[in-house]
T-cell receptor, first 118, second 114 residues
Framework: AQKVTQAQTEISVVEKEDVTLDCVYE???????LFWYKQPPSGELVFLIR??????QNEISGRYSWNFQKSTSSFNFTITASQVVDSAVYFC???????????????FGKGTHLIIQP | DVKVTQSSRYLVKRTGEKVFLECVQD?????MFWYRQDPGLGLRLIYF???????EKGDIPEGYSVSREKKERFSLILESASTNQTSMYLC?????????????FGPGTRLTVL
């Protein structure tokens, strides 16, 4: 069975600090997809990034970067020069590919509540 | 922009009532999902539908049923609401067929069962 672990329940940093959110996953499939979502106080989950299991390239998007390492089954998320608007709950999620198509849900971690203090 | 809407942001029901949570998406997505979100547990999949009139159980289907009569609408039904179904319910949609595509979420319905 697939599993996603976000060991950090809550992180609090001061604005402009860098912060890394950890995500460790378990799956028996060789083809799978990893996602990060942000849930601001308004409640609606916002998609941030996806990565498939064949693509281990790190990605940078502005102040956000992601480090995918299959060797350690990790997909960590770093925010550089954090801002108050980054305060939210962040979820890491895993989806396994299904042969023959069809839908499947995401397996989510329990989320990390990130608090950026001014 | 993809839009997923849910019929209510907040809902209060009594134990034993039949409850309908409605979700509508406007992007012609084939796949739709219902999750519940609880503190300390993250999001858990209740049911999903990969097309009209199709449905599959997720990880925690007990006490719930679903209906997908039209492509854009996916309903979650609590046949007899209980207090342990007090939760935030999130609907999502995704275009078929591959798992690579991201899911788009609605704003959520916070259900309280008294």
């Amino acid at each position: 069975a697939q599993k996603v672990t976000q060991a950090q329940t809550e992180i609090s940093v001061v604005e402009k600090e860098d912060v890394t959110l950890d995500c460790v996953y378990e799956t028996r499939d060789t083809t799978y997809y990893l996602f990060w979502y942000k849930q601001p106080p308004s409640g609606e989950l916002v998609f941030l990034i996806r990565r498939n299991s064949f693509d281990e390239q790190n990605e940078i998007s502005g102040r956000y970067s992601w480090n995918f390492q299959k060797s350690t089954s990790s997909f960590n998320f770093t925010i550089t020069a954090s801002q108050v608007v980054d305060s939210a709950v962040y979820f890491c999620a895993l989806s396994e590919a299904r042969s023959g198509g069809g839908a499947d849900g995401l397996t989510f971690g329990k989320g990390t509540h990130l608090i950026i203090q001014p | 922009d993809v839009k997923v809407t849910q019929s209510s942001r907040y809902l209060v029901k009594r134990t034993g009532e039949k409850v309908f949570l409605e979700c509508v998406q406007d992007m012609d997505h084939e796949n739709m999902f219902w999750y519940r979100q609880d503190p300390g547990l993250g999001l858990r999949l209740i049911y999903f539908s990969y097309d009209v009139k199709m449905k599959e159980k997720g990880d925690i289907p007990e006490g719930y049923s679903v209906s997908r009569e039209k492509k854009e609408r996916f309903s979650l039904i609590l046949e007899s609401a209980s207090t342990n179904q007090t939760s935030m319910y999130l609907c999502a949609s995704r275009s078929q067929p591959i798992s690579y595509n991201e899911q788009f979420f609605g704003p959520g319905t916070r259900l309280t069962v008294l």
